[in-house]
């Protein structure tokens, strides 16, 4: 036992001693009078040379190129195309945006007294009624987006705890 004790101790010793040595740290130089900053080397032997052959050109020649008529050419047959499609967008006339439901129900004369309340509530605002059978939807605002609608939804849900930010599809004036 006292063999195992002092052999430890040796060892705590010689660990003692390795760690409290001096460690070769580089020291940063805080005057900066010491370092030499002139040093420069030609690296151009170990760049690769590219060898070019000069040619002037004596006389400037300008080509007048043609565009070329192909028999697989479908411009005519895409400007019809993107046509219809203007038109058919102008005919639509919708915007993608968010409103905010109040009521959703089937019941005619509960869908009217929240339209009435809401205009009460929020006197500037526009409350709608609309109707797809057999419910009744009661919406107000028009925004492009859903944070938008936020300010809005947290008046009216004081009011009205179930009222939810839906998308909904705009009409535009034309």
Same mark, same amino acid.
Do not use: W
């Given at each position: 036992m006292n063999k195992f004790v002092s052999h430890i101790l040796l /060892?705590? $010793?010689?660990?003692?001693? $390795?760690?409290?040595? *001096?460690?070769?740290?580089?020291?940063?130089?805080?005057?900066?009078?010491? $370092?030499? /900053?002139?040093?420069?080397d030609d690296l151009s032997k170990y760049r690769p040379t590219i060898e070019t052959k000069s040619t002037s050109i004596d006389t400037v020649q300008t080509v007048n190129n043609q565009a070329i008529r192909s028999s697989y050419e479908i411009s005519n047959k895409m400007n019809v195309v993107m046509d219809s499609i203007a038109s058919r967008n102008n005919k639509l006339a919708t915007l993608s945006g968010y409103t905010i439901m109040v009521y959703?129900?089937? *019941?005619? $004369?509960?869908?009217g007294r929240v339209r009435n309340r809401l205009f009460d509530i929020l006197p500037a605002m526009d409350a709608q009624i609309q109707y797809k059978l057999p419910t009744y939807f009661v919406k107000i605002g028009e925004f492009y987006q859903q944070i938008e609608a936020q300010p809005l939804y947290e008046k009216i849900r004081k009011y009205y705890p179930a009222a939810t930010v839906v998308p909904e599809q705009f009409k535009l004036a034309k």
């Amino acid at each position: 036992m006292n063999k195992f004790v002092s052999h430890i101790l040796l /060892l705590a $010793v010689l660990l003692l001693s $390795v760690g409290c040595t *001096n460690q070769a740290i580089p020291k940063k130089d805080m005057e900066g009078d010491d $370092v030499d /900053l002139s040093y420069s080397d030609d690296l151009s032997k170990y760049r690769p040379t590219i060898e070019t052959k000069s040619t002037s050109i004596d006389t400037v020649q300008t080509v007048n190129n043609q565009a070329i008529r192909s028999s697989y050419e479908i411009s005519n047959k895409m400007n019809v195309v993107m046509d219809s499609i203007a038109s058919r967008n102008n005919k639509l006339a919708t915007l993608s945006g968010y409103t905010i439901m109040v009521y959703s129900g089937t *019941n005619q $004369v509960e869908a009217g007294r929240v339209r009435n309340r809401l205009f009460d509530i929020l006197p500037a605002m526009d409350a709608q009624i609309q109707y797809k059978l057999p419910t009744y939807f009661v919406k107000i605002g028009e925004f492009y987006q859903q944070i938008e609608a936020q300010p809005l939804y947290e008046k009216i849900r004081k009011y009205y705890p179930a009222a939810t930010v839906v998308p909904e599809q705009f009409k535009l004036a034309k």
